[in-house]
């Protein structure tokens, strides 16, 4: 889920040397429940709770020296041992949740409450369910322009920029209604959607 978002806040809130990204000058700021699975290190196995769990993530988009990215603001999962990895190693603001998921027919229902100690709260849960049919998003459409990122950046305390470079196919999309319960997850941010 995105929305537009006033561009110069969204940029106040990123570190030097990272600048937002926008679409027909219009900032976006995304709201990503999934399910992450076979997620492992290159030329590794599976590890049975490591490589499939639920995730929240509040996004957006930026360029480091002209090159397109994401930059996230948090991902909340209930896996702990991502949490202290993706922390450590990749700089990401990962943070504890409890979170459940279940589906129903062509129903997802989607719900986290964050746990991590430290941090400001944040709740989410809503049921979305696709429409349409699946699509490949078109060049140079606001679709292109949200999903086919092939970078993600983070900050350490010392204001070193990180790039990770992330390796998938392109994404086949499908258009969803949703019904959204509660969702506090910008309020970190000082952004209410």
Do not use: C
């Not at 976006?28 to 490591?50: C, K, Q």
């Not at 929240?56 to 397109?68: D, E, F, H, I, W």
């Not at 922390?87 to 279940?102: C, K």
């Not at 060049?139 to 350490?156: A, I």
Request: cysteine-free; proline content about 7%; aromatic content about 12%.
């Amino acid at each position: 889920m995105h929305w537009a978002v006033d561009a110069q806040a969204l940029g106040r809130l990123l570190p030097a040397r990272v600048e937002l990204d926008t679409y027909q000058g219009r900032a976006y700021l995304g709201v990503v429940p999934f399910r992450m699975e076979g997620i492992r290190p290159r030329f590794t196995f599976d590890v049975p709770g490591l490589s499939a769990f639920a995730e929240l993530n509040l996004r957006t988009y930026v360029t480091v020296q002209g090159v397109p990215g994401v930059w996230f603001f948090s991902l909340d999962t209930a896996q702990p041992t991502a949490v202290q990895l993706a922390r450590a190693a990749f700089h990401l603001p990962y943070l504890n949740a409890r979170m459940w998921t279940r589906k129903q027919g062509d129903v997802v229902e989607y719900a986290s409450l964050r746990t991590h100690q430290g941090v400001a709260p944040a709740r989410f849960a809503a049921a979305y369910r696709p429409v349409g049919e699946v699509f490949t998003a078109q060049p140079g459409s606001l679709e292109d322009w949200l999903t086919n990122r092939s970078v993600l950046y983070s900050v350490d305390r010392q204001g070193h920029i990180f790039r990770g470079d992330i390796h998938h196919a392109p994404w086949p999309l499908q258009g969803a209604e949703a019904r959204v319960a509660v969702n506090t997850l910008s309020e970190q941010i000082g952004l209410p959607l």
